[in-house]
């Protein structure tokens, strides 16, 4: 056994949400792999499944809707199902109840988020910012949104942000971490510059929900999106979720009214009227299976703090990056990653040559990351289930890989 391998044996023996791993469908390896165990790290593409879910979901199909049918709008809590799981998931973002609503796509709610952000800036501010380095959809939505309300769409990367902010900017959307290369962005001191113009700040949180401290509320963050597959494990497609700072919560004027977010959506009245609070944030019929598949997935969380999470998440990419810099020879990757723990999310992003194979290779031999074109291997480590042995043997793998391709 190699000192890597023993000293990841005693961190996973130090781990304290070791616990949680068994709470989580984690298939040992593939029929085609060659390895003994398998090591999943695309859990910020789509989490594992929680052991809890399928029960749950057989429950929701076979009892509530198959025998009480539509009773259990009122008796299973499905009406309120989307402001329900929204409280669920605010103290993983630093939000107080009553600001987080569930549903819909990420990209329904970045269009709502980012139209409602222009119309509350209101007239004379003509220009919206948009990351630069953005998820592409992010990009389009803004795109959009700049026809829709009349303004202008200025990409800009979001070091590029504090110098481009003047009295015309209404409003800025941004990422908190990098997709690509897992970067964290300066959440407090970007919104805070925002807020300095009199702009309203939009923050994506895909690639941070559930992987480390937010803090919307510490730092006044006005608007803010997310999806649930990744870090959260709600399973593919399950509903995002939209944050309303309450303080803002009146004047949150959306571009997608449905019956839904009316005042009174059983009054069937022709004339629009919005209900109070985040709940404005609704739109139609909310997508029952998947949101309570989210809500059993969530329960995990009553034994974990997200600062707990953002501890072992820091040890285990530390780690990561040690074992490649041993196992992987010299010069065939580097690390698009920044090494300092303030600027960097949960994922570790390594440029290589022949990456698609690479990771292709990788799959075979049971350890699962992702490629991004054109030369990225991308390498997701949700703290929930993911171990010190699973980091050391990946790295391993990763550097066998490399170290049978001709250079």
């Known amino acids: 056994m190699s000192d890597l391998s023993m000293r990841a044996e005693k961190l996973d023996s130090e781990d304290e949400l070791a616990h949680l791993r068994g709470r989580f469908v984690l298939d040992s390896v593939s029929d085609h792999a060659a390895d003994a165990a398998g090591v999943y790290l695309d859990g910020n593409s789509l989490g594992a499944l929680p052991a809890n879910v399928p029960g749950r979901v057989e429950d929701v199909v076979r009892r509530q809707w198959g025998e009480l049918r539509i009773r259990s709008w009122e008796e299973s809590g499905w009406w309120t199902a989307p402001e329900r799981i929204g409280d669920r998931i605010a103290p993983l973002v630093g939000a107080a109840p009553g600001q987080i609503v569930v549903g819909d796509s990420t990209s329904v709610n970045v269009f709502k988020a980012l139209v409602a952000a222009v119309r509350m800036a209101g007239e004379g501010r003509d220009e919206i910012l948009v990351d630069a380095t953005t998820f592409p959809t992010d990009g389009y939505i803004a795109e ?19 110098g481009a902010l003047s009295g015309r900017t209404a409003a800025v959307l941004l990422n908190h971490v990098d997709y690509r290369t897992g970067r964290l962005h300066d959440l407090p001191s970007l919104t805070s510059a925002v807020h300095a113009v009199g702009a309203i700040a939009v923050w994506d949180l895909c690639h941070s929900a559930g992987a480390l401290p937010v803090g919307l509320d510490e730092h006044g963050v006005d608007l803010a999106v997310g999806c649930t597959y990744k870090y959260l494990n709600g399973g593919p497609g399950s509903p995002a979720y939209l944050y309303v700072r309450s303080e803002l919560q ?7 009214p449905g019956w839904n977010s009316h005042a009174d959506p059983f009054g069937m009245r022709t004339d629009y009227a919005p209900a109070p609070g985040a709940l404005r944030g609704r739109v139609g019929t909310p997508d029952i299976l998947s949101m309570l598949a989210l809500e059993a997935a969530l329960e995990v969380w009553d034994d974990a703090s997200v600062h707990a999470v953002r501890a072992k998440s820091l040890a285990l990419t530390d780690f990561f990056l040690e074992c490649v810099t041993a196992y992987v020879p010299e010069g065939a990757v580097a690390s698009l990653t920044p090494a300092a723990h303030e600027e960097r999310g949960s994922q570790v992003a390594l440029r290589c040559a022949d990456a698609g194979d690479v990771m292709k290779r990788l799959i075979e031999r049971g350890v699962v990351g992702d490629f991004r074109n054109p030369d990225v291997l991308r390498f997701g480590f949700t703290p929930l289930y993911v171990g010190f042995a699973d980091v050391e043997r990946a790295a391993r793998v990763l550097g066998e890989v490399l170290g049978q391709l001709p250079r």
């Open 250 to 256: 009146d004047r949150f004027d959306s571009p997608l």
């Open 144 to 162: 959009s949104a700049a026809r829709l309300t009349g303004r202008t769409l200025r990409p800009v990367t979001p070091a590029e942000v504090p």
